[in-house]
């Protein structure tokens, strides 16, 4: 028979009431108590019912992660990360795939809102408006997107971008193209409105091509765009919209990076198995997945015991917002401008611009304007 609540009352000499506060709010049990009833419990083999003690406490140890496209590489290792750090919480993640649909995004809050204790949407499509609405309903913590007065873990991709047209820029290219992302992407447009500013900088052209589908095809679908269009390099949204430019070019005959020259964002791992070796912004998928789990958590923890889900989750709201560092990582799908008579140009330019300890964050503040 399985053990229960009272052998553990039993086994350390307290009463079941006690038993259930040392797992439900061990702060009102005395140390050494609880330390007992946890000894005895660990002996025994016991594991609190979960739905018991949500009915107790209110909580159900539970996380929503709503995802735009699982089937995207750049996801993965977030939700990886994100289940590994939840999990050393002793909290269980329920994830979600929502096709880049903003119409399931919010269908799927409404779903999870009442089985979660707090919901993480990564790369949402809908509106801020919305999103800010739908946090009234259950704690939000937005991964790779800026919402006021939200709690928001973004992903420096404007510094990124910078990076990689400055790269760009320093091997010679003055005609560069920017492949767009999807509608609606705040990583679309820091990426736009970066890599514009860069361009003008550095006295480039940038020839914006988009929006468009974040995948394989809809890189590979741009080739003959990218090829009238005369550039000598690419800047893609992501590495797949990069893959894919690079497969469509070689269908076309055109060489990477000997004619055109090739940056993708993120760094997934078919980046370091493509040929040639894709160039590109490392992106901290990782470290975003875990600081958003502990930033969830957080407001959990500064909860007042007791209260109604809604006096709760308005008291959980939070401002602070993280920024984590990005790093262009230079392979071999960047070289020099090709000559005129269409041989390619040995590699020139600067040595790879890289930042330290990508992933660190930059910047927590509270406040911050949504673009």
């Not at 704690?139 to 510094?159: A, E, S």
């Amino acid at each position: 028979m399985p053990v229960t609540i009272r052998d553990v009352a039993r086994a350390s000499g307290v009463h079941i009431s006690t038993v259930s506060r040392t797992f439900s709010a061990p702060h009102l049990v005395n140390p050494e108590t609880r330390g007992r009833v946890l000894a005895c419990a660990e002996d025994l083999g016991y594991r609190p019912n979960r739905a018991a003690r949500a009915l107790i406490t209110g909580r159900t140890h539970n996380i929503g992660l709503i995802i735009a496209d699982i089937a995207n590489p750049f996801f993965p290792p977030l939700i990886k990360a994100a289940e590994g750090q939840a999990r050393h919480r002793d909290y269980h993640v329920f994830v979600a795939d929502t096709n880049e649909d903003p119409v399931a995004e919010e269908e799927l809050v409404h779903a999870l809102a009442k089985q979660v204790d707090g919901v993480l949407l990564c790369s949402p499509r809908m509106s801020n408006s919305l999103i800010e609405q739908l946090s009234r309903e259950v704690p939000l913590v937005v991964i790779n997107r800026q919402v006021t007065g939200l709690p928001c873990v973004m992903m420096d991709v404007g510094q990124g971008a910078r990076s990689a047209i400055e790269h760009l820029v320093g091997l010679g290219h003055t005609e560069i193209a920017l492949l767009g992302g999807p509608r609606g992407s705040w990583t679309n447009r820091e990426i736009r409105r970066s890599a514009a500013a860069a361009a003008r900088t550095g006295g480039a052209e940038l020839t914006v091509l988009g929006p468009n589908p974040p995948t394989e095809h809809g890189g590979g679908a741009l080739a003959e765009q990218v090829q009238r269009a005369g550039v000598t390099a690419v800047l893609a949204y992501n590495d797949l919209m990069a893959i894919g430019l690079i497969e469509g070019l070689d269908a076309l005959g055109v060489r990477v990076p000997q004619d055109v020259s090739v940056v993708g964002i993120d760094d997934i791992a078919l980046s370091r198995l493509t040929r040639p070796k894709l160039t590109t912004v490392a992106t901290p998928t990782a470290a975003a997945g875990r600081t958003a789990v502990d930033m969830l958590l957080q407001q959990d923890t500064d909860a007042p015991r007791g209260a109604g889900r809604g006096t709760a989750a308005g008291a959980r709201r939070t401002t602070a917002q993280v920024m984590l560092q990005t790093e262009l990582v230079i392979r071999d799908s960047t070289g020099g401008v090709p000559s005129s008579g269409g041989s390619g140009a040995e590699r020139v330019g600067p040595s790879p611009h890289r930042l330290a300890d990508p992933g660190r964050p930059t910047a927590a503040t509270g406040g911050v304007v949504a673009s």
